[in-house]
């Protein structure tokens, strides 16, 4: 998945990271719309079945464009 910044081209990446203590954090970057919300879903999905976790952490902070599709279900 990419987005368009200044002509060029950055992908969605999702960092993710786990305290030992039952929260997972997900670090989102570059563009969530409808072509790269299946992607960070998958992330959800696998963070928050982890037999460990008790909540799970989204942090849209560094994503440069949110597309109201990227936030549909």
Do not use: K, N, Y
């Amino acid at each position: 998945m990419t987005c368009q910044e200044d002509g060029m081209l950055t992908p969605l990446t999702v960092s993710r990271s786990d305290d030992g203590m039952g929260t997972h954090r997900l670090l989102v970057a570059g563009e969530l719309d409808e072509d790269t919300s299946d992607d960070l879903a998958g992330q959800l999905e696998s963070a928050a079945g982890q037999f460990d976790v008790i909540e799970v952490v989204v942090d849209l902070r560094q994503v440069r464009f949110l597309a109201a599709g990227g936030s549909a279900p």
